[in-house]
């Protein structure tokens, strides 16, 4: 069987080439604050690190070192809760700004400390063009993989696992250093960073976020353990991937009894973020904060108390 995270690269990165916004290549940006996760490169990895801008945003690719960007909230703001960003991409690129900064940047004027999750991707050419032309091989008539499994969803996916691993350890370390409440950590995660949040939940041992959201995630059904995290899924109906696969997801986690909170917008597509559309899938990111009020997650918790710094660090 064709690995989730294998299967879900070809599948996820349709988008690219559907649409006419050319990628363009870009001098790697600055990345101030960003903190090496320590989880070493990726084992075989021979090209360089490469960005590129698409759709007025920007992207990495070939990312073999994984960090970690900060972006605390104003101190008198903070409420101790933490959230990890996890960019979506098809495990083959990273949109760092639309499923990044952008949602960083938003939770921290909430008062929530955001850490923006550059995990470790699957290798594809260096240069632009050789790029392009491997993308357009990938998704020539019959050489799209069938939709995956869910029992298959952490096949191949252990490098990422291991960086999101790393992630919560670390700002589990520099908790006070963050004004951060360790038991306060959730994740949320975009395309395939939705199913990264997923294989943390499930197979993170460690991680353990204390709640979760996904959003244009994979809804299949799976077997949800009995101390699940509340979760929070976005995904519009008109979803090319993910729109008509049914909701094994939300049941799930309702069979389990644990808490969950879906929201299917009639429009908006794959890949909506945190881009102005017209279209009311724009407002998960009003909704997901008014959920994790509900959850008592903006009330400022003992970790947060006192504090006396914190900036965004990008």
């Known amino acids: 069987m064709v690995g989730f995270g294998i299967a879900m690269a070809l599948i996820l990165a349709t988008p690219a080439l559907a649409q006419g916004d050319k990628m363009a290549p870009i001098p790697i940006p600055a990345q101030t604050g960003a903190i090496d996760l320590g989880t070493g490169k990726l084992p075989g990895s021979t090209q360089p690190e490469a960005w590129h801008s698409q759709y007025g945003s920007v992207f990495a690719r070939n990312v073999t070192v994984a960090t ?4 605390l909230p104003d101190p008198a703001k903070a409420t101790g809760t933490a959230v990890i960003v996890a960019p979506g991409g098809g495990f083959m690129t990273l949109s ?10 938003a939770l921290a004027a909430k008062g929530v400390a955001a850490f923006v999750l550059k995990y470790r991707l699957k290798p594809t050419p ?7 032309q491997s993308m357009a091989a990938m998704f020539a008539p019959g050489a799209r993989p069938p939709q995956p499994r869910s029992d298959s969803m952490t096949a191949g996916l252990a490098p990422q696992i291991a ?5 919560f350890a670390l700002v589990r370390r520099r908790a006070a250093e ?3 409440d360790p038991q306060r950590i959730g994740m949320v995660g975009f395309s395939a960073g939705a199913m990264l949040t997923l294989a943390t939940t499930l197979e993170g041992v460690d991680a353990k ?6 959003i244009y995630g994979p809804l299949a059904a799976m077997k949800v353990p009995a101390d ?7 995904l519009a109906a008109d979803d090319p991937f993910f729109g008509n696969g049914g909701f094994g997801l939300i049941e799930s986690w309702r069979t389990a009894k644990r808490p969950v909170e879906f929201h299917l917008f009639e429009q908006g597509g794959h890949g909506f973020g945190m881009y102005p559309k017209t279209t009311t899938s724009t407002g998960w990111f009003d909704e997901f904060v008014r959920w994790m009020a509900m959850h008592d997650l903006l009330k400022p918790a003992p970790a947060a108390t006192g504090a006396a710094t914190g900036t965004e660090t990008k």
């Open 178 to 180: 963050w004004h951060v």
């Open 228 to 234: 699940a995290p509340p979760i929070f899924v976005a």
């Open 209 to 214: 976020p204390a709640f979760i959201g996904t």
């Open 126 to 132: 260096a240069t632009m063009p050789a790029f392009e």
């Open 68 to 71: 970690l960007m900060p972006f």
């Open 96 to 105: 760092m700004e639309n499923e990044g900064y952008d949602v960083a940047r």
């Open 163 to 167: 960086d999101a691993r790393a992630a």
